[in-house]
């Protein structure tokens, strides 16, 4: 008994040994600006780019067999992003790929779902829960909105809801333009020529300067004496007052 035991352990210790070994010599290392583009884009494996998900297309991207604003879900932001990071001009979105839409979920009717798992079968991220004619639901926070169980559902159960912004997720709406008061005074600001002054007018502003510095001064050094000339006739009057009270009191 002993011996198997001390055998099954010598034979892990070298499969281990074999294992880390293999893991170091034959590891795959990837692509870093893969990871980067993959790292940008937002996930939703929703095919649109017209790539199996996002790896493939960050992937393409990389290779240049893609262009970077093939990405509805992403949108703008991804457009830019991806342009920073490649040191290229951002584009639109390619219109063939579809248009940005708001971050949305879906949600089943569970009255009217019959449990055919066809939603299951077609969602990327196994964000949907259920069980043959049993009756499904969806994981909110898994779902990604790739509307890609809309197509497969025999009896139109599935809905596409806009995700309502928090006060964790709502942003400010930043205007397209300027208001046109805004406008108009930045046109005017624009337009009027910065003044230099002259060298009269810079010469009675210094002497202004220089008069009412002088006055300041003059009106604290007499505030000054004052305070100093009570501060003496008090002291000079305590003894007295002192020794008027003190007789007073004989």
Same mark, same amino acid.
């Given at each position: 008994?002993?011996?198997?035991?001390?055998?099954?352990?010598?034979?892990?210790i070298?499969f281990?040994?074999?294992l880390?070994?293999?893991a170091?010599?034959f590891?795959?290392?990837?692509d870093?600006l893969?990871?980067?583009?993959?790292?940008l884009?937002p996930?939703?494996q929703?095919?649109q780019?017209?790539?199996?998900?996002?790896?493939?297309?960050?992937?393409a991207?990389a290779?240049?067999?893609?262009?970077?604003?093939?990405?509805?879900?992403?949108?703008?932001?991804?457009i830019?992003a &991806?342009a920073d990071?490649l040191g290229r001009?951002?584009?639109?979105l390619?219109?063939e790929?579809?248009?940005e839409?708001? $971050?949305?979920v879906?949600v089943?009717?569970e009255?009217v779902?019959?449990?055919c798992t066809?939603?299951?079968q077609?969602c990327?991220v196994?964000?949907?829960?259920?069980a043959a $004619?049993?009756?499904?639901?969806?994981?909110?926070?898994e779902?990604?909105?790739?509307?890609?169980c &809309?197509p497969p559902?025999?009896v139109?159960?599935i809905?596409?809801?806009?995700?309502?912004?928090?006060l964790a997720?709502? $942003?400010?709406?930043?205007?397209?333009?300027?208001?046109?008061?805004l406008?108009? &005074?930045?046109?005017?600001?624009?337009?009027?020529?910065?003044?230099?002054?002259?060298?009269?007018?810079a010469?009675?502003?210094?002497a202004d300067?220089t008069?009412?510095?002088?006055a300041t001064?003059?009106?604290?050094?007499?505030?000054?004496n004052?305070?100093?000339?009570?501060?003496?006739?008090?002291?000079t $009057?305590?003894?007295?007052?002192t020794?008027a009270?003190?007789?007073?009191?004989?």
């Amino acid at each position: 008994m002993l011996s198997a035991i001390i055998a099954l352990a010598v034979l892990a210790i070298i499969f281990g040994l074999a294992l880390g070994y293999a893991a170091v010599r034959f590891k795959v290392v990837g692509d870093p600006l893969v990871e980067k583009i993959d790292s940008l884009l937002p996930q939703t494996q929703c095919g649109q780019c017209t790539f199996p998900g996002c790896r493939p297309y960050a992937e393409a991207i990389a290779r240049g067999e893609a262009d970077i604003n093939q990405c509805p879900p992403g949108g703008e932001t991804t457009i830019v992003a &991806l342009a920073d990071l490649l040191g290229r001009d951002p584009k639109p979105l390619n219109p063939e790929n579809g248009e940005e839409k708001p $971050k949305r979920v879906a949600v089943i009717d569970e009255q009217v779902c019959i449990g055919c798992t066809l939603c299951i079968q077609a969602c990327p991220v196994d964000a949907i829960l259920g069980a043959a $004619k049993q009756m499904h639901t969806v994981i909110a926070q898994e779902c990604t909105g790739c509307d890609l169980c &809309l197509p497969p559902c025999p009896v139109d159960c599935i809905e596409m809801v806009e995700i309502k912004p928090t006060l964790a997720t709502w $942003k400010w709406d930043f205007p397209q333009s300027l208001p046109e008061d805004l406008a108009s &005074l930045a046109h005017r600001v624009e337009q009027t020529p910065a003044s230099t002054p002259s060298p009269t007018n810079a010469a009675t502003g210094a002497a202004d300067t220089t008069a009412s510095t002088v006055a300041t001064n003059a009106a604290a050094n007499a505030a000054t004496n004052k305070a100093k000339n009570v501060v003496t006739n008090a002291a000079t $009057k305590t003894p007295e007052t002192t020794k008027a009270a003190s007789g007073g009191e004989r």
